[in-house]
């Protein structure tokens, strides 16, 4: 039986992922565990740069929706570059072995010292959100008496109405820069001598099921770099498309990502006929590590309540928080495939905190006879998952583990109370 998760599958009445039982590793390192899975990191990634082979192309991996050294290195192996948004993240890439020029700094609060730590490490470009932090920038560049490699990030203001998935790209949102404002700073680029205006970068939202705003997004930042060319002293040399592009949590039907990359190539593949050579460059993060792990917890009691029972299962809202922060949906498997069959129960899955939204799911049909010591398993919990965990109620950050072929490796291992309290004074 197939769960709409590719990797994770039943075989042998068992939760399965390629060929590990996980009723057995979580028997045997504890739960809560991540479990991640290779072949599903690796699968998109290779599709989109088999997708984008046409073209110069760079992937880079959004670091935020998962940050394991483990999984950055394995990604980095694939070719992908990484996209930051800290010098924590810096910091991770750099220990991972990423190549500095396969490196952008995104982010709408970049500080001083974290430009200069990334100008020092020569990432390939910064992707500026406004006027004030490009002077900033330039000052720190100057100091340091380096050129920094700069793309604006351009707000597409892509209609809302229309497109109801998009929150990142639009005129009252914080991020990025209007078409005016960056023409503006293309005419008097000239005052800003220790920055090289060389891309612009847009990302218009996430989790987006639909191409057609991107398609609009890809028009308008083509548009903008043609006018862009005429004013500036050389022409843009790379487009940062963005990440954002949706997956299947329930029974959304995610943008196939051959026509994602079609839609990329539409604008700026071969076709296309620019007259100046552009490397192409985007940002996926929950693409390539959302569906490629899953959250495994025990049930710990069984509460009835009538017209609906409550499971009181080991994991909490500070091991995977995104249903209590955004309410987000994520589907919920039984690891042992007999509670698939049998008399179903409406259901919420609920942790141990002591907070009424520490609730990974409402009103789920789930078999009623599961109980105590009956694992779950909370699917596509691979990006912003462990990346956004906490250790709230003073609770050790979960263990994460990578399988392939049949084999695991334990990635990260299950916090201990000593690295909870370190750096504390008494
Ligand atoms: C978060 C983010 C991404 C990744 O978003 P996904 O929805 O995970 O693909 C890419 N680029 C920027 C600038 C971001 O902030």
Do not use: W
Not at 225 to 237: C, G, W
Not at 241 to 250: A, D, H
Not at 303 to 315: I, M, T, Y
Not at 352 to 358: A, R
């Amino acid at each position: 039986m197939s769960t709409p998760f590719d990797h994770f599958n039943f075989k042998k009445s068992e939760l399965q992922v390629e060929g590990v039982k996980l009723s057995e590793v979580a028997r045997k390192l504890g739960t809560p565990l991540y479990v991640y899975s290779k072949e599903a990191f690796l699968n998109p990634l290779r599709t989109l740069q088999a997708g984008l082979k046409e073209v110069d192309h760079l992937i880079c991996f959004a670091v935020k929706s998962n940050s394991n050294l483990a999984v950055l290195k394995m990604l980095g192996e694939a070719g992908a570059g990484m996209d930051l948004v800290s010098e924590g993240e810096l910091y991770r890439v750099s220990k991972a072995g990423i190549s500095p020029r396969k490196i952008v700094f995104s982010g709408v609060g970049k500080t001083a010292p974290e430009m200069a730590k990334a100008l020092e490490h020569g990432v390939y470009s910064f992707n500026v959100e406004s006027v004030a932090e490009l002077e900033t920038l330039n000052a720190v560049a100057l100091q340091l008496k380096r050129i920094a490699p700069v793309a604006l990030r351009f707000n597409p203001d892509v209609d809302a109405k229309t497109h109801p998935y998009i929150s990142t790209g639009l005129k009252k949102n914080k991020f990025g820069l209007n078409r005016k404002e960056i023409l503006n700073v293309a005419t008097n680029i000239r005052k800003l001598p220790g920055v090289s205006f060389n891309g612009i970068s847009i990302h218009i939202g996430s989790q987006i099921l639909t191409l057609s705003p991107l398609n609009d997004a890809f028009e308008r930042a083509k548009q903008l770099m043609l006018e862009l060319n005429s004013l500036l002293p050389s022409p843009l040399t790379f487009l940062d498309l963005g990440g954002g592009v949706g997956i299947t949590y329930k029974a959304e039907k995610a943008p196939s990502l051959e026509k994602y990359c079609q839609t990329i190539l539409k604008h700026f593949g071969p076709k296309a006929k620019l007259k100046d050579p552009i490397k192409l460059l985007i940002e996926p993060g929950r693409t390539i590590s959302g569906n490629a792990g899953v959250l495994v917890t025990k049930v710990l009691y069984r509460k009835q309540r009538g017209s609906k029972d409550f499971l009181v299962v080991d994991a909490a809202m500070n091991d995977l928080m995104r249903p209590a922060l955004y309410g987000s949906y994520h589907d919920i498997q039984p690891v042992d495939q007999k509670h698939t069959k049998g008399t179903q129960k409406k259901t919420d899955i609920v942790g141990p905190v002591c907070e009424s939204s520490d609730c990974f799911a409402s009103d789920r049909k789930l078999s009623a006879r599961l109980a105590s010591g009956d694992f779950l398993a909370i699917m596509s919990a691979g990006a912003y998952g462990f990346s956004m965990s906490s250790n709230y109620n003073t609770r050790p950050r979960p263990a994460e583990i990578l399988v392939s072929d049949g084999k695991y490796r334990v990635i990260r291992e299950r916090e201990k109370y000593e690295d909870l309290i370190q750096g504390e004074k008494i």
